[in-house]
């Protein structure tokens, strides 16, 4: 996932700094880093500000493990829905809000607002959607 979508959509980020990211984001899903930890490496490789840098390590980690869910949900072969599970507290996106609990079968879109989204952090639903996003993905086999 980290090579493949990492940073598109990011503006003002260079080709060396989107590398930098990807690398380090990528040692730390074989790691196993905790959130705080990637935080840490971004900032200590001098390639972008610690606010900026926690706010593309939630971004990207909750968008790859989410799409990560999609992969392998799809991969048991089962019929599954998926459900759309929000953060609750003051920081939730109202539309995020609106979604939350919402089983749909697995290869639907859930409606975010106005737009439609595979699983929180698909990055069809565009920076207003996706940044900062804490939500995930759920699955519950269909009887």
Not at 14 to 28: H, M, N
Not at 92 to 99: C, G, N, S, Y
Request: charged letters at 25%; aromatic letters at 4%.
């Amino acid at each position: 996932y980290f090579g493949i979508d990492l940073l598109n959509d990011a503006e003002g980020i260079t080709q060396t700094t989107r590398e930098g990211i990807q690398q380090i984001l990528a040692d730390a899903a074989e790691a196993g880093w905790s959130f705080d930890e990637i935080v840490k490496r971004i900032t200590e490789s001098h390639l972008i500000s610690r606010q900026r840098a926690r706010l593309i390590s939630r971004t990207e980690t909750v968008a790859a493990a989410n799409a990560g869910a999609m992969v392998n949900a799809k991969d048991t072969g089962l019929e599954l829905n998926k459900i759309w599970i929000a953060t609750k507290d003051n920081r939730t996106r109202p539309h995020h809000r609106q979604v939350d609990g919402s089983m749909i079968a697995l290869n639907e879109d859930f409606t975010v607002g106005v737009t439609r989204m595979s699983q929180p952090g698909d990055k069809r639903g565009g920076a207003d959607e996706c940044v900062n996003c804490r939500c995930c993905v759920a699955f519950e086999p269909i009887d």
